[in-house]
């Protein structure tokens, strides 16, 4: 009985690590070369940082190097175990602000820069610096942590053994925005979310969109930004419920689970499964806009007579500018 079991449970420690090493390469696979090889590297040590950029954009280094330890202290406030150092690559060779972290081999965050312009999603931030890198370092602070029967993986397979990195996209991407918006800004802190949600509701398509649907990205609308406007629902009930706990609590939990199983921990931790909380975050959602709804209703719209009195005003100076 005794060899069943070994050799059931040897099975389950074979599977497990296969799913990490696949998950590896697939992110190994899926990054480009980030900096092009000529550019003149120079590197800026902090304590949890080692600041990698491009020598012609010494201010950008030096920005964030003042930044990155007061992001670092907001965000480890909510955990209890993060890595000694974090590589943080800095590379200016996109005009679409973004970024990406990942523990394979090592905790790497790579940023690009680029502050969002007005019809971004990403527009409605505070503090750019802040929600950038503290989205960042939130997936790194998650993906860290193994507990139980997962420790001894990662003594034979290294860093790929990281149990959170296989969660569902909902997850992984719902606690960073959440997490990013702790100051005031971030995307639960945004008009342009707000206002996506509100078209959901007013069309009647919330209740269609499950759990499952989150954490495709696919060409419908709002296609990939899916698992970031729920996910960070879902995290948001959460911590209401729980408070800023919650965070820590949960990837401590599934740290030690085989993937993919992941009701257990919120159960324990909040009495529903994950599909429970979504229900309960949309259904505040759809009150919220209920009674924005009754409000924006209740303001006389604008009057036509103003606008074209402005036109004709603008049409007057113009006039004087250009005869």
Known sequence: MQNKHSRAFSKILFSAGMAFVMAAVFLCESRGQEAPSQWDFKVIETPHFRIIYNAKQQELGDYYAREVENVFAKVAAYFTEWPSKVALVLTDRTDLPNGYATVVPYPLIVLYPVVPMANDSLSGFRNWGF?????????????????????????????????????????????????????????????????????????????????????????????????????????????????????????????????????????????????????????????????????????????????????????????????
Do not use: C
């Open 131 to 323: 929600e950038l890198l503290g989205h960042e370092l939130t997936h790194i602070m998650s993906f860290v942590p193994t507990r139980d029967f997962v420790t001894p993986l990662r003594y034979v397979f290294g860093s790929i053994v990281a149990p959170n990195l296989l969660m569902p996209l909902w997850w992984k991407e719902g606690v960073a925005v959440a997490l990013e918006s702790v100051d005031g800004g971030g995307r639960l802190n945004s008009d342009y979310q707000e206002s996506l949600l509100r078209a959901f509701v007013l069309e009647d398509r919330l209740s269609e969109i499950s759990i499952a649907d989150v954490n495709e990205v696919g060409a419908e609308w709002p296609e990939g930004l899916k698992p970031y406007l729920f996910g960070s629902l879902i995290w948001k009930e959460l911590v209401e419920r729980k408070g800023g706990k919650v965070f820590d609590n949960l990837v401590l939990a599934q740290s030690g689970r085989i993937p993919y199983l992941i009701n257990d921990p919120v159960k324990e931790e909040v009495g529903l499964n994950y599909e429970g909380v979504y229900r309960e975050a949309l259904a505040k959602i759809v009150e919220k806009v209920k009674a924005d709804t009754a409000t924006l209703s209740a303001v006389a719209p604008s009057k036509y007579e103003e606008v074209a009195k402005r036109r004709k005003d603008v049409e007057k100076i113009v006039k004087v500018i250009i005869p």
